[in-house]
């Protein structure tokens, strides 16, 4: 059995038995430039704590499963001159073999989260069905994992540069909930409209606990998504958006990028696009679903 390793605030909270929120890291390596993603990073630490909950950030420093991060563990995670790998479920292994650095995705982050009975996750946006994946078969692995790991993930939708109706259907085919927290059309990270309507809405963290305790309690397995739309006052309308993303993927195109490589790609494309403005987007986003999570990881405690 690998050992994972927590810090003392959260083997307190463990031992307690306070509500934590897993928090991933590969926004801080790999989602936002320096230094936004290291203030990022302590602000939605600060931001679940404001709420009443305990924050635990993910990763893999020096081949050692992390959860719950020190100082220099986030300088090396923020710092564009380290070696950071973006871990997925399939990395994990090897960046233990090689005792790496690891920035762990939205899969990696529930496989994680679960192992150490953390069943609350707040993230940006989830990975799903890439445009033109019925050629390409490029789906993420978060969308597998989800299906299959006991855990909540706030977010704020799946990314934009997706495509949205493919990944409702493949989510649904594996029954996988998806709630709208206070709207029933699905958000689509940086914009809180996308055409996508029929999702079950719930008005409190009250709510979304009670539901996540029923289905755990049953015992339904697999992963609930819960979507947040992104604060109005830092919303990139939806037309824009898709604008930018149909120029970044003509460029992907053009430069022959493949794989993980991608979304790394178009956020940057965006970033440049929009003049900074998806970054101030993104992280408002992730701060709002840090809150919710939460509320939500405190409700649930109540119901344990």
């Known amino acids: 059995m690998i050992e994972i390793t927590t810090n003392s605030e959260i083997k307190q909270a463990i031992f307690e038995k306070k509500p934590i929120v897993a928090l991933e890291s590969t926004i801080i390596s790999h989602g936002l430039p320096f230094p936004e993603n290291y203030n990022t990073a302590i602000a939605l630490e600060e931001e679940v704590r404001r709420q009443g909950s305990i924050p635990a950030t993910i990763a ?16 090396i995670l923020s710092d564009p001159k380290s070696l950071v790998e973006k871990v997925s ?24 989260a679960a192992k150490a009975n953390i069943p609350i996750f707040a993230t940006g946006g989830i990975g799903g069905v890439h445009k033109g994946a019925e050629t390409s078969f490029d789906i993420s692995a978060d969308l597998q994992e989800l299906a299959k790991t006991n ?56 709510e979304i606990a009670e539901f996540l305790s029923l289905k755990w ?15 109005s006052s830092n919303e990139i309308p939806e037309k824009q958006v898709r604008e930018w993303i149909i120029e970044a993927l003509e460029e992907i195109k053009l430069q022959k990028i493949i794989g993980k490589e991608i979304t790394p790609f178009v956020l ?13 987007s993104n ?14 990881a405190i409700e649930l405690n109540k119901k344990d």
């Open 217 to 231: 309690k049953f015992p339904l397995s697999g992963g609930v998504l819960v979507t947040n739309p992104v604060p």
């Open 151 to 206: 855990i909540c993930v706030v977010c704020a939708g799946p990314k934009a540069i997706l495509d949205l109706n493919l990944t409702m259907e493949y989510l649904e085919t594996h029954g996988v909930p998806v709630i709208g927290y206070k709207t029933h059309e699905l958000p689509a990270f940086w914009s809180r409209n996308s055409g996508i309507f029929g999702l079950k809405s719930y008005q409190t963290a009250s």
């Open 268 to 280: 940057d494309y965006i970033r440049i696009a929009s003049d900074g403005k998806s970054v101030s």
């Open 60 to 75: 893999i420093i020096a081949g050692k499963i992390k959860v719950g991060l020190e100082q220099e563990d986030l300088n």
């Open 283 to 296: 992280i408002s986003l992730v701060k709002n679903n840090a809150k919710l999570a939460s509320q939500i």
């Open 89 to 112: 479920r399939r990395d994990i292994p090897s960046v233990l073999q090689t005792r790496g650095n690891g920035a762990t995705t939205v899969a990696a982050t529930m496989i994680i």
